[in-house]
């Protein structure tokens, strides 16, 4: 299991509202405002991988994806 404790809930909340806004083709400011506090766990789960990828490496290759979303969940 995810532990949302330990994901930035606003870095998982702003992917959300950036995805959404996009498909939607409305402002990120204006979805934001509708994004609840909190999201789903796709959401928790892209923002760690996001924030492991930055602060492990800014040369992470693709193919590690994979190990770092599995070291993530579990």
């Keep these: 299991m995810l532990d949302?404790?330990?994901v930035d809930r606003e870095l998982a909340r702003r992917l959300c509202a950036a995805f959404v806004s996009q498909q939607m083709?409305?402002?990120?400011?204006?979805q934001y405002k509708k994004t609840p506090e909190d999201v789903g766990d796709l959401?928790?789960?892209l923002a760690?991988?996001?924030d492991k990828l930055a602060r492990?490496?800014?040369n992470a290759?693709?193919?590690d994806?994979?190990?770092?979303?599995?070291e993530i969940i579990q």
Excluded at 25 to 30: C, N
Excluded at 65 to 70: C, K, N, P, Q
């Design 4 to 6: 949302k404790s330990r």
């Design 56 to 58: 492990e490496s800014q």
């Design 61 to 63: 290759l693709y193919r």
């Design 48 to 50: 760690a991988l996001a």
């Design 25 to 30: 083709g409305v402002s990120v400011a204006t």
């Design 65 to 70: 994806l994979g190990r770092l979303a599995t």
């Design 43 to 45: 959401w928790y789960l």
